[in-house]
């Protein structure tokens, strides 16, 4: 299927079989050194309707999550096994067993993990009725866990899954909409999940059976169900790992999924036969056993897991809360808002409300950042759209003690609009990271960091124990009577700056790319491409010519997905566009930019210049696919300047002026920038001849401001010194380098 298109849903009958072609994944995470986990970026990926039974009221709300946090214990897969049965409970969740009223399911998520060559395959899930279904065989010890006469209530198959198979990768969907929304059955507050791999074109109404359950290329291409717990709810002492348990032992263990409930049993068809043989008790012995449990030691404890799956319900939305408004005149004032206080036992969070006169956007040149600095302790807050659904939710990037963001430890902070402002102390930079608000009424919840916030207005919030300030601050120009100001140039990691290029290959160190995190390195082109026929000032003798830069990433993470972007010193795009092409990678797809939906394990590439063609850059381990050859596809100039390379991954945005690179992808992978030239830097007899034509004049003098304005900027810092700034005592070698002119 095409890629870059991502869903087409085929409607079909509720309750009726119905078939779904999807684009296979919205994230992938595996690093080299790293056991599989997911990461994933809900707000990106959730879905928005109003129909059914709630009509023009309706809010889509989780009722069942195993999958869109990361995992309290490393998650884990199981192998040649095509076939699964899972129960879900949806108690304790919104639509539990103290629901009163219909349950209408409107959406869902699922995830899988690949391995392999290339073959096709589809997925199918059925719901059935907890009455048609029994751990230890349906009317006997040993027989079918479900009725052989019962009939689904819903089956979705899931089609369109691209053969390029990328190695060793986890994936799930993110939450979509089904193609018709489902009424479960009345009164029942639990469903068993069939979830299968089926050799493509399987009907959906069609018996599971040995030859349509996928396994023809099952050992060349091996598709995994993913499984893993994100509540920290574990098996416990009491339990002994090989030792058999019944299923209503094991369900007294907790749930492993977060809102709702599944116990850490589950139904394995391991021989294809289409059907899940039944017991009495469940055990880790043996291959044998189609009832399985985990009990196994991670992280040094026991622990409970069930297959990552998430559902969506509908549900009427709720009256607003009381709220304190921070409007003055029907908006938000621009510039700074401040409101502080106390959180307390009685009162654990705070509601406010705001409006914005205009939508927060690089296309209307509005910003709008929000942190909670200068309360007491860590303060987190979820912002809510007037229909109760949330819109976004904190991170703790701001200043705290914690160098790795995000994290509850730190001040929590959101950034809409145009790059790039100051960070707080050691807080990262306001960026737009979140993207664009749409102008509107909004509510937030204030809480201690660690609280939890759901749609409905659900806020679970900490205890503050003692009574402990707050303080919420807003900066923003909604109603546009200040402008956004200058941008300042992006923030760098240690060893992202390479200073000036000096022919050959510069290598940065390991860069980590955080989740919706954009890495920056910097380094300057001290002549402009091409720069040919140059003689040296200082003895009139031939210059070498400079005729290339490439820009690859080597010893990356072979799955990230990586896209690059060059902007100059002044935050545009260099060349006007300068977004990366794919290099090597899994795949072939090496026409363009990886972009949101190619298939994982792409590097991406620059490459300017008119020398011919450098080839392609070798291929990593795990690697199948040779990427473009570096044959200057970006351009054949390139303007003299110090530079900013953007590197983030999968479904990256660039915006065309104020550094404006941002991403949406839930992975933290690594990423190291190999920058490679026949740039002429200064030498060590001349250092303040920066583009090293033996003089030391204007040119240089250009980029020694831009060194000095930095000031923490290693390409200045020619006194001798070697303490990576770029000082008075800089500044005052090159005055006298400047004032002779000629090196000798």
Not at 135 to 142: D, L, M, N, V, Y
Not at 254 to 282: C, E, H, K, L, M
Not at 476 to 491: F, Q, W
């Amino acid at each position: 299927m095409d890629r870059k298109k991502f869903a087409l849903m085929l409607l079909g009958a509720a309750g009726a079989a119905c078939t779904v072609a999807m684009a296979d994944e919205t994230d992938r995470v595996l690093d080299r050194s790293s056991p599989k986990k997911v990461l994933v970026d809900a707000k990106d990926s959730f879905l928005r309707q109003s129909a059914g039974t709630f009509g023009d009221r309706a809010i889509n709300i989780i009722i069942f999550d195993n999958s869109s946090t990361s995992f309290v214990h490393n998650a884990f897969s199981i192998g040649t096994c095509s076939h699964i049965l899972e129960d879900i409970n949806l108690t304790p969740g919104p639509y539990g067993t103290s629901y009163a009223g219909t349950r209408t399911i409107t959406g869902m998520e699922y995830s899988y993990g690949l391995t392999g060559s290339a073959a096709a395959w589809d997925m199918r899930f059925s719901f059935y009725s907890p009455n048609q279904v029994d751990w230890a065989g349906f009317g006997a010890p040993g027989a079918s866990m479900i009725d052989p006469s019962a009939t689904p209530y819903y089956t979705l198959t899931v089609t369109g899954f691209d053969t390029n198979i990328c190695p060793g990768f986890t994936t799930r969907t993110g939450f979509f909409l089904l193609p018709s929304s489902v009424e479960m059955p009345a009164g029942e507050s639990r469903l068993w999940l069939d979830a299968a791999f089926v050799e493509p074109g399987t009907p959906g109404t069609a018996a599971l059976t040995s030859t349509n359950l996928f396994q023809q290329n099952i050992a060349t291409t091996r598709t995994y169900f993913f499984f893993g717990n994100n509540t920290g709810s574990l098996l416990g002492a009491t339990f002994v790992a090989g030792t058999s348990y019944t299923p209503t032992q094991l369900d007294a263990a907790g749930s492993s999924a977060s809102p709702g409930d599944g116990t850490p049993t589950y139904g394995r068809d391991i021989n294809f036969s289409g059907t899940f043989v039944g017991q009495s008790w469940a055990s880790t012995a043996g291959l044998t056993n189609e009832l399985r449990y985990i009990n196994a030691v991670q992280a040094g404890t026991t622990q409970t897991v069930s297959y990552a799956f998430g559902l969506v319900g509908s549900a009427d939305s709720p009256p607003a809360p009381t709220a304190t408004s921070l409007n003055s005149g029907g908006f938000l004032p621009d510039g700074i808002v401040q409101a502080s206080g106390n959180l307390t036992t009685a009162n654990k969070f705070k509601w406010f409300k705001f409006n914005t006169q205009n939508e927060i956007s690089y296309a209307q040149t509005t910003f709008m950042d929000i942190d909670t600095e200068g309360s007491a302790v860590p303060m987190a807050f979820a912002v809510y759209t007037p229909d109760s659904q949330i819109f976004d939710i904190s991170e703790g990037r701001g200043d705290g003690p914690e160098p790795l963001r995000p994290s509850d430890l730190d001040n929590h902070q959101i950034s809409y609009g145009v790059a790039r402002r100051p960070g707080v102390g050691l807080g990262e930079q306001y960026s737009g990271q979140e993207g664009v608000l749409p102008a509107g009424e909004y509510y937030m919840a204030l809480a201690l960091a660690g609280s939890g916030f759901g749609d409905g207005w659900v806020v679970q919030g900490e205890d503050p124990v003692v009574p402990t300030a707050y303080a919420l601050n807003f900066n923003n120009n909604n109603r546009k009577t200040i402008p956004a100001g200058p941008a300042v140039s992006p923030a760098l990691a240690v060893g992202a700056d390479m200073a000036i290029l000096n022919g050959g290959t510069q290598t940065t160190p390991d860069q980590d790319v955080r989740a919706r995190g954009v890495g920056f390195i910097r380094f300057s082109l001290t002549n402009p491409l091409p720069t040919t026929g140059q003689f040296n000032q200082s003895d009139s003798s031939p210059l070498s010519d400079v005729t290339f830069l490439d820009i690859t990433q080597p010893g990356s993470s072979v799955v990230g997905e990586w896209n690059m972007c060059l902007y100059n010193n002044n935050g545009l795009l260099a060349n006007g566009t300068s977004i990366s092409y794919a290099g090597a990678g899994f795949n072939d797809n090496t026409g363009g930019g990886d972009g949101a939906y190619g298939c994982g394990g792409t590097f991406a590439q620059l490459s300017y210049g008119t020398a011919p063609s450098r080839g392609q850059t070798p291929l990593d381990p795990d690697q199948t696919t040779l990427g473009k050859p570096l044959n200057n596809q970006n351009g054949s100039t390139l303007n003299g300047d110090q530079y900013y390379l953007a590197v983030t991954m999968g479904t990256a945005l660039f915006a065309n002026e104020r550094w404006g690179a941002r991403s949406t992808r839930g992975s933290s992978l690594t990423a190291v920038i190999s920058l490679t030239s026949d740039n002429r830097g200064p030498n060590g007899g001349c250092p303040a001849d920066f583009n090293g034509d033996g003089g030391v004049d204007d040119t240089d003098f250009v980029y020694f401001a831009k060194y000095y304005n930095d000031l923490i900027n290693p390409a200045g810092d020619i006194d001798g010194s070697l303490d990576g700034f770029t000082d008075d005592g800089d500044f005052a070698v090159f005055a006298v380098a400047y004032d002779a002119l000629i090196c000798f």
